[in-house]
C-alpha cells in the first residue's frame, strides 16, 4: 500500500527549503495527523536532535510513523560530503549518516542520502567522486540490515550533483554495485521533472532493470513534489501516469511532501492530502 508523509524541517539552514513544516515537531505532528497522513519525514540537524524530540510519544500520540530521516544537514551546516577530498571529512560524513541509521532503527525507518553526495570537482574527478560515494554507501549498507532500516540513495537535478542525475543511472550505480538489498532509490518527482524524458517511464524503467539485477524492488520512497516543488496539483507534472507506474510496480513505500510551504505550511499540506487521495485512493471497507 501506497502512504503518505509530510516534511518537517528542524535546521535553520533549510528554513526557506523545500519543506512542509519549520521547527515546531509537536505542532507539525498534530497537523500531520489531523489532514490524516500516514507519516513524518524529519529533516533534522543531527542524530542528537532527533533523539531530542520524544519522537516516540510525539509519533504514538498521533498515530504517525516516521517515514525516513533527510541527512542533507550534515552538508549544509558542516560541509559534509562523501565526495570530499579530505578522508576526515569523508569519515566525519560517514558517521553523520550512521548515527542517523542507529536513531531510525528505533522506528524501523529509513534515511536518505541525498545533498551528502557532493559532486565530482578537478580536485576530486568523477571516477574518485563516485568511487568514495560507493564506498560511503557499502559501509553504510553493511551497518543498516541488522538494524532493520532501509538507506535511500537520492539522485538530485544538474544543479545539485554532477554524479547521477536520472534515475536510470542512479539504477545501474545501486543495482550493479551493491549486494545490500537495505539500499533503494528515492525518487524525487521535483528533480525527475528536471532530468527524466518520461517520469513514469524512468520509474518502470529502473523496477524492471532492478527485477533483473537484484529481484528486489530499487524505488524505496518517493518526494511528492509537482513540477515547480510546489505541493501535487500545484504545478504542470501530470501525476496520473506516474501513479499508474508506482501501482504497476507495486510500490509500498511512502510518498512524502518535500515541497514549499507555499501558500502556507497548512494548505501546502491539505493540497498534497487531496491530491494523495486522488492518486492513491485507498478501497473502501
Ligand atoms: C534536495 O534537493 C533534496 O531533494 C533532498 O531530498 C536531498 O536531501
Ligand atoms: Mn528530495
Known amino acids: 500500500m501506497v502512504r503518505s508523509a509530510v516534511t ?3 535546521v535553520p539552514e533549510a528554513a526557506a527549503g523545500p519543506f ?4 515546531d515537531c509537536a505542532a507539525a505532528c498534530e497537523t500531520a495527523a489531523r ?3 500516514d507519516a513524518v519525514e ?3 540537524p543531527d542524530a542528537a536532535a532527533v533523539r531530542a524530540l520524544n519522537l516516540p510519544k510525539l509519533l ?6 516516521l517515514a525516513a530521516l533527510g541527512t542533507g544537514a550534515g552538508f549544509l551546516q558542516r560541509q559534509l560530503t562523501f565526495t570530499s577530498h579530505s578522508r576526515s571529512v569523508w569519515t566525519e560524513a560517514v558517521d553523520f549518516v550512521r548515527a542517523m541509521i542507529d536513531v531510525a532503527a528505533e522506528f524501523q525507518s529509513a534515511v536518505i542520502v541525498g545533498s551528502m553526495q557532493g559532486r565530482w570537482t578537478p580536485e576530486v574527478p568523477r571516477d574518485r ?9 557499502f559501509v553504510l549498507g553493511d551497518h543498516a540490515p541488522p538494524l532493520n532500516v532501509k538507506l535511500f540513495y537520492e539522485p538530485l537535478n544538474r544543479y545539485e550533483t554532477n554524479l547521477f542525475t536520472t534515475l536510470g543511472d542512479a539504477a545501474t550505480f545501486v543495482a550493479k554495485g551493491f549486494p545490500h538489498p537495505c539500499i533503494e532509490l528515492l525518487a524525487d518527482l521535483f528533480h525527475m521533472n528536471i532530468e527524466e524524458r518520461d517520469i513514469a517511464a524512468a520509474l518502470r524503467d529502473a523496477e524492471s532493470f532492478a527485477a533483473d539485477w537484484r529481484g528486489v ?4 520512497h518517493v518526494h511528492f513534489a509537482d513540477s515547480n516543488r510546489r505541493a501535487a496539483g500545484l504545478g504542470h507534472t501530470d501525476f496520473t501516469p506516474i501513479a499508474a507506474a508506482l501501482r504497476e510496480m507495486n510500490y509500498d513505500g511512502y510518498v512524502s511532501a518535500e515541497v514549499l510551504p507555499w501558500p502556507d505550511a497548512e494548505r501546502a499540506a ?3 492530502m487531496k491530491a494523495f487521495r486522488v492518486h492513491f485512493p485507498r478501497p473502501v471497507s
Open 217 to 220: 524492488p530499487l524505488v524505496g
Open 270 to 272: 491539505e493540497q498534497t
Open 8 to 10: 518537517i524541517c528542524l
Open 35 to 37: 489532514l490524516g497522513f
Open 60 to 65: 504514538g500520540d498521533n498515530g504517525l510513523a
Open 42 to 44: 524529519i529533516f533534522a
Open 20 to 23: 512542509v513544516f519549520y521547527g
Open 129 to 137: 567522486a563516485i568511487g568514495q560515494l560507493w564506498e560511503a554507501l
